[in-house]
């Protein structure tokens, strides 16, 4: 042990280093660093002990290189890094008991969830892995779509369900929710009852994975509660916002691991899923929506549900407050909904779906624009002018100039090449919807 005030000099040499380095590391960076335990055994030869192995090869792979820069221009010439003697951290106990909450929703259930075309692979398999039998061949469960089109709905849905088949521990969280939580435990230092808590579960129902993307350590620590789980034969439900291999900044080995298990879709609703949906919450807000009312709604508001119940939500608060409980009447809606209707009709229009297209494929403007017949190029474009003809009310001579285009023919080419993907490859459709939900948002 250092003479005490060699050491205290150490420790202000130590967090004169942390300050430096800060703004040029990013947060989980800053939190390894600032898990380190100063041992200075001399005032040139310094080690730092890491809590765990994790933290120490985090350390190793990508910042021992500026450290010793650091500490070299402070005196000190030489720095090791090691594994604290403590008990690695990451590593669960089974055997000690850890606080659970499950996070569930209630309200959220299978039989309030209006099953259609759309969804019907989701609930299927929602349905199948809620009772009290594991499914080995749909672990992990992955539920992918837009935002808004009921996969959370879905995940209570089956975490509710589970409960009621026996499994007690079933855990919802957000995967925001999961890095916020690890990154408290790394500057807590309780990654252990972090890991505890996670990997001791029934079934862990992880919220929108892509929020993962990028977070390395936040996904290291998810792969290793990943791998456990699944070794334990506990359920893995998730939902994300498109295909797990299109996520930008997730591990390798997390898409392979998402991959090996069953996979399903959810997809913009179909106008009779809009119509029925309407008619469904209305009920449950005791309020008579007729029939004519809940077509026009459905007709026009096209992007998801949460945007329908929005619409609905704001019919409903100007027949019952702004106008003393009148009737929905077509006209009532009309006027309620003109705001949302405009500013609808300003996103689908045809710069905005270039635009929106273009940047999803990463491609410049002029670049959808040209005449270039390249791949990368062609599909987008056709893709961007079935759009346009879907979500506008332009004619194809229209369409065609507005893609500086001499010739309609070109664009219903495109619409029809569109088409015929669309039905004959699943992938195609559900990146088409995607980029479709995009716009209508």
Known sequence: MPETQHYEQALLLWQS?????????????NLVLASLTLKAKSEKEWVLLAPNKFACEQIR?????????????????????????????????????APFESNLISDYQFHNFIAAPSNKEAFAATERVSSGV??????????????????????????????????????YMSAEQFVNEFIASISGKSQRAFANRLRNVDALLIDDVQFLGGKEQSQAE???????????????????????KEIEGLQARLKSRFGAGLSVSVRTPEPETRFAILKS????????????????????VESNVRDLEGALKKLIFQCRVLKNDVPATL?????????????????????????IVAQYYGISDDDLLSRSRKKIFAEPRMLA?????????????SIAQAYQRKDHSTVMHAVENMEKRRQSEPRFREEYENIRTIITA
């Open 385 to 397: 002018m079935a759009l346009t003809r879907e979500l506008t009310d332009l004619s194809l001579k």
């Open 331 to 355: 006209s009532v809606a009309q006027a309620a909904l003109y705001d949302l209707l405009q500013a609808q009709k300003k996103q689908t229009s045809v710069d905005n779906i270039q635009r």
């Open 134 to 171: 594991f499914m080995a061949d749909s672990n992990p469960l992955l539920i992918y779509g837009a935002t808004g089109l009921g996969k959370s709905h879905l995940m209570h849905a089956v975490g509710n369900a589970m409960r009621r088949n026996g499994r007690a521990a079933v855990m």
């Open 222 to 244: 998810f792969f290793h509660t990943f791998n456990e789980l699944i070794d334990k034969k506990r359920q893995i439900i998730m939902t994300c916002d498109r295909y797990p």
């Open 17 to 29: 280093v942390l300050d430096m380095m800060a703004p040029l590391c990013s947060k989980d960076d």
């Open 281 to 300: 919450k209305a009920k449950e807000q005791h309020f008579t929506l007729p029939d004519e009312v809940a077509y026009f709604i459905a007709e026009n």
């Open 61 to 97: 792979k990508s910042l021992f290189e500026a450290l010793q820069m650091f500490l070299g221009n402070k005196g000190v010439k030489k720095v090791k890094i090691e594994v604290a003697t403590t008990p690695d951290l990451f590593v669960a106990d089974p055997t000690t008991p």
